[in-house]
């Protein structure tokens, strides 16, 4: 997983072209259960509070409108959320912004967690703590046919491209177009987006020629526009997506890692990845990281 595939300032030269990620199977607590009675001694800072989740719905399949309503916001990260809160007895409001600006909003205490489809980073993780829960993956969507024979993401040297602002695929093309100039090639022109379905607008009206963003969500676009674009290729990566919390709230942080455990040993969390088309081997032990 804006570009959905959110996010993170790192060189692609960190990823590898996709073969099938070799990923150990998710451990987690055999006695994990729910106690949401228990609440008051496992999680004290939480009791008498509503937990705000920050989404930006329009990133399936991690965070979108319910097509039957559209005031609801479900996805793959969004029924994680409200699973493991329910399963700590804690109520939570899911709140909706830019992609761009939810982590800012945790930094600054308008929101408690931005879970949707955010990368973990050790810059990152100066100003919130994360809890990890999914390995992620990258695709490159082009049109129908490929027009411009791209195969890797070392044949995009004078391409238009697009990517969410401030995601690893922006970082990824920046760093491809470095290295197309030192090649003596044409840089890379790129153009980043503020949120999905602007990127998708770019790649429909021609106004570039490949979109790089998350793989679930290039799959995603391809399948509901099965005439228009394909994909080029795929990088899979070790980087972690998460979710991140207000700095320092070890209650919260804790309760996010413990309920997902639940998922896991229960079966909720693959049935989850399965019902949203992702790929179990991309299945993360929980972890919390403050740094």
């Known amino acids: 997983m804006m570009s959905p595939t959110r996010f993170v300032h790192l060189p692609l030269v960190a990823l590898a072209l996709f073969a099938a990620p070799v990923i150990a199977a998710p ?7 729910c106690e949401p009675d228990k609440l008051a001694s496992k999680y004290p800072g939480l009791v008498g509070k509503t937990i705000k989740i920050a989404q930006d719905g329009q990133s399936p399949p991690f965070s979108f409108r319910d097509p039957k309503d559209f005031n609801v916001i479900t996805g793959l990260d969004a029924e994680l959320a409200r699973t493991v809160f329910k399963c700590a007895g804690v109520p939570i409001e899911i709140t909706t912004g830019g992609w761009s600006g939810l982590l800012q909003a945790v930094i600054a205490g308008q929101a408690d967690v931005m879970w949707d489809i955010l990368y973990y980073t050790p810059a990152r993780a100066e100003k919130v703590d994360f809890v990890t829960y999914l390995t992620a993956a990258t695709a490159a969507l082009v049109p129908k046919g490929n027009p411009k024979k ?3 993401i070392d044949d995009v040297c004078g391409l238009r491209a ?3 602002l401030g995601s690893v695929e922006e970082a990824g093309f920046r760093d ?3 290295k197309c100039v030192a090649a003596g090639k044409p840089a890379v022109e790129l153009v980043t987006y503020p949120d999905l379905p602007g990127g998708v607008r770019l790649a429909k009206n021609g106004r570039v020629d490949i979109l790089m963003s998350g ?20 990088i899979v990566s070790d980087y972690k997506i998460a979710a991140a919390v207000t700095k320092g709230n070890k209650d919260l942080a804790q309760l996010i890692k413990d309920g997902l455990e639940v998922t896991m040993a229960d079966g909720t969390y693959n ?8 790929d179990l081997s991309l299945a993360r032990t929980p972890e919390i990281l403050t740094k």
Request: charged share 25%.
């Open 271 to 278: 049935t989850l990845l399965k019902k949203y088309d992702l």
């Open 215 to 234: 793989y679930t969500v290039v799959s995603r676009i391809i399948a509901d526009n099965g005439d228009a674009f394909e994909q080029a290729y795929m």
């Open 27 to 33: 451990a987690w607590a055999a006695d994990a259960k």
């Open 150 to 152: 791209v195969k890797a």
């Open 162 to 164: 697009a990517a969410g």
């Open 176 to 178: 491809a177009s470095a």
